[in-house]
């Protein structure tokens, strides 16, 4: 069983930064490709990026290529979101998930969630 934590939302100004973190408990964490999600109000939860296990490897969605980051530190079991020149459109919930057998942008694919994080975008 893994249990995810994320922290870091909160208000940011339009062309601001801000920088989220899931922490992860349990020792496979190493093992588990990691994504970020977000959902805004009234839209389906979408995928933001994502990263295999090692960090060798990353990939985003196109709405936030060039603007995301996404990292990862196994020996403290966490997983980061950087997130510069935000946008108000990029409001929404933003959870982080593990995968157990691989690191792709589909949901389904994910077996373990977070609560969520609330990131306001203010224009």
């Known amino acids: 069983q893994v249990q995810l934590v994320e922290s870091g939302g909160g208000l940011v100004q339009a062309g601001g930064s801000m920088r989220l973190s899931c922490a992860a408990s349990?020792?496979?964490?190493?093992?588990?490709?990691m994504g970020w999600f977000r959902q805004a109000p009234g839209k389906e939860r979408e995928f933001v990026a994502a990263?295999?296990?090692?960090?060798?490897?990353?990939y985003y969605a196109d709405s936030v290529k060039g603007r995301f980051t996404i990292s990862r530190d196994n020996a403290k079991n966490t997983v980061y979101l950087q997130m510069n020149s935000l946008k108000p459109e990029d409001t929404a919930v933003y959870y982080c998930?593990?995968?157990?057998?691989?690191?792709?942008?589909?949901?389904?694919?994910?077996?373990?969630w977070g609560q969520g994080t609330q990131v306001t975008v203010s224009s």
């Open positions: 349990g020792r496979t964490f190493s093992s588990f490709g």
């Open positions: 990263i295999n296990w090692s960090g060798g490897m990353v």
């Open positions: 998930a593990a995968d157990r057998a691989g690191w792709g942008k589909s949901s389904l694919e994910y077996d373990y």
